[in-house]
């Protein structure tokens, strides 16, 4: 099974970003980027005491193309929820992209999913980054995946093992290149299935 | 000696641990920030404009009668975090605040706007803070909170959050709400 996306960009005409949404979300950023300031990112992922079997869903990315967290059972992924106003979301992509680059052929994911945004307006927000993410970004429009997880807040991040188990847990943005957590995907990845 | 500390614990249930409080304020959007820091715990208040609340709720596609009932609310930028090394959990349905002439209030939760606008199919609420939450280390979270008091309103915040086993509670003193308009517009 293919589990990288295509750079969307070849695929979707650019639009300019609804005025409306753009303002919300340089007004948004507005007050929370000196949140970020605030709250610098760190690099602690919370383990779960005991892992719990992630809930399955199917979502598409960018050009439409379904993914099922049940059919990368074997590789470890790292699902995000994240939304385009809130910047420490857009502070740890890049981190997020990093270790992905390093290790996605050794059997790691990155599947970003969007909250409640449109595929056109978060598009028209990818072509604002400096660092372009290769992983799926999928939409979860309605927020029901989000709900299954229980998420409370973004940016929120799961950590799931091989055997689709929920392993490690952060809330609030994340430096995920950092060398302790590159270690512990390492260590999920060589775990035996 | 074993009494009096019995009696302490007696007399005192709510720990108030040493806190260090930060006020900024900006006199051009005659904004006053309010940041402290306990052991294991922080928190920033940032009050949000009338305009601006407004304006988010307006380009999220909310209608006009919701977009124009925000104004009446006092609303925060609110960031919380666990800086400590045990779990944190707080509950804003704890938190009260005091107004000049006496009276204790609430805070206006997610689940009450939620509830307020569920006949509306309205689904953006990512924005506005949960109002109860576990952080482990290093966890931090932020959006909105919300008083129903007019802009420029000032009141003391007495907020509380569990650590360790323990009950925290702590009070900072005339917090403002954000002016209706900046003192130069």
């Excluded at chain 1, 760190?42 to 199917?58: C, I, K, N, Q, W």
């Excluded at chain 1, 099922?68 to 074997?74: A, D, E, F, V, Y």
């Excluded at chain 2, 931090?140 to 907020?159: E, H, N, V």
């Amino acid at each position: 099974m293919k589990t990288r996306s295509k750079p969307f960009i070849a695929h979707r005409p650019k639009r300019l970003m609804p005025d409306k949404l753009a303002a919300a979300t340089l007004i948004l950023a507005a007050w929370l980027v000196p949140a970020a300031a605030f709250a610098a990112l760190g690099h602690e992922l919370s383990r779960l005491p005991v892992p719990v079997g992630a809930p399955d869903f199917t979502l598409e990315d960018m050009d439409g193309k379904p993914y099922t967290l049940s059919s990368l059972r074997g590789k470890v992924v790292m699902v995000n929820f994240w939304a385009t106003w809130c910047p420490p979301c857009r502070e740890e992509i890049p981190s997020m992209e990093t270790v992905y680059r390093a290790l996605h052929d050794k059997g790691f994911i990155v599947l970003a999913i969007n909250q409640w945004e449109t595929p056109d307006h978060v598009f028209s927000y990818m072509g604002q980054l400096e660092v372009y993410p290769s992983f799926p970004i999928l939409f979860d429009r309605d927020s029901h995946v989000s709900e299954s997880f229980g998420v409370k807040g973004l940016p929120t991040t799961l950590l799931i093992n091989k055997q689709g188990r929920v392993v490690y847990r952060a809330i609030g943005g994340r430096n995920f290149n950092h060398s302790d957590v590159r270690k512990l995907i390492q260590q999920l990845i060589d775990a035996p299935e | 000696m074993h009494y009096r500390f019995i009696i302490a614990c007696l007399l005192f249930p709510l720990l108030a641990q040493a806190s260090d409080v930060q006020r900024k304020f900006n006199p051009q959007t005659g904004i006053e920030s309010v940041q402290v820091e306990h052991p294991g715990f922080s928190l920033k208040l940032l009050p949000l404009s009338p305009d601006f609340v407004s304006a988010v709720f307006s380009a999220r596609g909310l209608p006009k009668d919701i977009v124009d009932a925000t104004r009446h609310y006092c609303v925060f930028g609110t960031i919380l975090k666990n800086t400590g090394q045990l779990p944190l959990h707080y509950r804003l349905t704890d938190w009260r605040y005091v107004t000049p002439d006496g009276k204790t209030h609430y805070l206006k939760t997610k689940t009450q706007w939620l509830e307020e606008w569920k006949e509306r199919s309205l689904a953006f609420r990512w924005v506005l803070l949960y109002e109860e939450q576990t952080y482990q280390p290093g966890d931090w979270g932020q959006g909105f909170t919300t008083l129903p008091l007019q802009a420029g309103s000032q009141f003391d915040l007495t907020y509380s959050w569990t650590q360790g086993g323990k009950i925290y509670e702590d009070k900072i003193k005339a917090v403002h709400c954000a002016p209706a308009k900046a003192p130069d517009a």
